[in-house]
């Protein structure tokens, strides 16, 4: 069972994710104005990679096991590659309410999937906190949408991201019982730059051509968003079930709301904010805990609750 200090970390490491995603939405919107959904996708993970590649240097860490390699491939292909691509080219097509909203799936499948393929629990209050969250991300979605205007292939991109996202983390729980974090984030990131080389030309092109703040965003993309909260994000998983993890990341469209209206002006309505309030409600309801729980808890239970 993870001490208190480990499970406080963790708790720590899940904030951290949560909020880097969500201001990853900000300046994927703004960097998305110079650059394709491809290039945007190599840049920010070969700036991942970069930085991780670094800190793994630092750290003297080496190549993850044999063990994990599997998971850390599946993971980079669906995770680090298609999912940044699709979700990219999604929000292109689609008003940011409607991305969120269709996004906003993968918890559901994660929790789905880790039943399925790896033994994880659904106790009733994940399920209830669940549910709480969803009609939040919808009640958030249905306030940003732009009154109709969707396009079809949008929808179905972002619906693919849903699913890649899924399909990444339930590939990368089991690669976390074999490597560190650090090791698989890294090892993920490179899979996922690598599957993204078909647009090393796009990115040469609109570089040169972008405007700094474009090129800036992409850069904070790859550092903040994927080196730092990724590898934050694994640490977290690797103490906790994926379906809690996954439960988690519904606090991020209440924050995209705060963030939209600091940094892009964009006051939110009455509804808007009653559904961010649901989104942490139901984050609130899925961490919480019987209070005779505690004791008979599973050590894999023992995570970022704290």
């Known amino acids: 069972m993870n001490s208190p200090r480990t499970s406080v970390l963790a708790a720590g490491a899940a904030v951290v994710t949560v909020a880097a995603w969500a201001s990853a939405f900000v300046s994927i919107r703004s960097a998305g104005e110079a650059y394709s959904p491809g290039a945007l996708a190599l840049g920010r993970l070969l700036t991942g990679a970069v930085a991780l590649g670094i800190l793994c240097l630092v750290r003297r860490e080496g190549w993850p096991p044999r063990a994990a390699r599997p998971g850390i491939a599946a993971s980079g292909v669906l995770w680090f590659g298609f999912y940044m691509v699709a979700l990219n080219w999604g929000e292109q097509e689609v008003d940011a309410g409607t991305a969120a909203l269709v996004v906003n799936i993968g918890p559901l499948l994660i929790a789905l999937l880790g039943a399925r393929f790896l033994g994880d629990r659904l106790p009733p209050r994940l399920l209830a906190g669940m549910a709480v969250s969803f009609a939040g991300a919808v009640t958030v979605g249905l306030s940003m949408s732009g009154g109709g205007g969707s396009s079809l292939l949008g929808v179905a991109l972002c619906l693919l991201a849903a699913v890649a996202y899924a399909g990444g983390v339930v590939a990368q729980k089991p690669a976390l019982g074999h490597a560190s974090a650090l090791q698989v984030t890294t090892s993920g990131c490179l899979v996922g730059a690598v599957m993204c080389l078909p647009f090393a030309g796009q990115l040469a092109h609109e570089a040169a051509d972008a405007p700094l703040s474009a090129t800036l965003n992409m850069v904070y993309l790859g550092v903040v968003p994927t080196a730092l909260a990724f590898t934050t994000w694994a640490y977290a998983l690797a103490r906790t079930t994926a379906g809690r993890m996954g439960a988690t990341t519904y606090a991020v469209p209440a924050l995209v709301v705060l ?38 808890r599973q050590p894999e239970e023992a995570d970022v609750s704290a």
């Open 259 to 296: 963030m939209s209206w600091l940094a892009l002006g964009e006051v939110p309505g009455p509804l808007t904010l009653a559904g961010g309030a649901l989104c942490l409600a139901g984050v609130a309801v899925s961490r919480s805990r019987p209070p005779r729980a505690t004791a008979e």
